[in-house]
């Protein structure tokens, strides 16, 4: 394997909601250009950790954070930081589509404008190649400016992730991003995150529970459970392949090898 370099590294984070306690002592790495998974059962705080990556954690509630979470060594706490920026660079896709009753294309082109005025012939660019690295024009290229909720619900995963896609993230952070899809939808959304880790520098971050899909696109893999007191932690982190085939710690064999065959 080549050089790994992090591109966020997670230093002894704790969170809470309020008083409440939600993750604790999580330390690791998430490798630049890599696919990362972070498994483990429902309620352990998967989504919260992700959501602590770009700060978004702070929208849901009165979150309190202990440790550090640097990206590109910088911590991503300090109070300098730009926080739209941040979650420009470290964006996230949500297990449901989230859409603005707007067409395809305005949808793809909202969160661009946000970052400044472009000439529209460059607009035009920008989205279409956004959507192509989506893997959903053909499908899409004749209805531009028909509304985006009268796609397919996995057509609208994939507008969701071009329109991540067009503000040109340094990370993608994906929770379920195949939640509810039908096993068609969920593959071409599967499709697509194998393309992006092929074709692009990008890295990304995927929460999922199907570890049949985790073991063919993700790199490393982090399992995380609640210790005694009901606590998120991270109880194993590896490659993929080491994780799905020799864990060290017996609660992550016993998650592991009772979803794969
Ligand atoms: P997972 O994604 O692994 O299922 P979550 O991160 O969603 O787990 O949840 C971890 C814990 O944090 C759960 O006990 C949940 O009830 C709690 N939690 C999640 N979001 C909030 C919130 N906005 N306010 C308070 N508690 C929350
Ligand atoms: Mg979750």
Known sequence: MNKLIPAIKVKNLNFYYDTQKILEGVSMEIYQSKVTAIIGP?????????KCLNRMCEL??????????????????????????????????????NLFP???????????KIVGWRPKVELDEIIESAIKEADLWDEVKNKLHKSALELSAG????????????????????DEPC???????????????????????????????????VARIS??????HTNENRIGQIVEFGTTKKMFSNPIDSRTRDYVFARLP
């Not at 706490?77 to 589509?97: A, G």
């Not at 057509?155 to 994906?174: H, Y």
């Not at 790199?219 to 995380?224: I, K, L, R």
Request: aromatic fraction near 8%.
């Open 42 to 50: 429902s309620g352990c705080g998967k989504s919260t950790f992700i």
């Open 60 to 97: 849901e509630g009165e979150a309190h954070v202990e440790g550090k979470v640097e990206f590109f060594n910088q911590n991503i706490y300090e109070r300098r930081i730009n926080l739209n920026r941040l979650r420009r660079q470290v964006s996230m896709v949500l297990p449901k589509p």
């Open 102 to 112: 707007l067409s395809v294309y305005d949808n793809v082109a909202y969160g661009v």
């Open 155 to 174: 057509q609208q995963q994939r507008l969701c992730i071009a329109r991540t896609l067009a503000v040109k993230p340094k990370i993608l952070l994906m």
């Open 179 to 213: 939640f509810g899809l039908d096993p068609i939808a969920s593959m071409k959304v599967e499709t697509l995150i194998q393309s992006l880790r092929l074709r692009s520098e990008l890295t990304m971050v995927i929460i999922s529970h199907n570890l049949q899909q």
């Open 219 to 224: 790199d490393f893999t982090a399992f995380f």
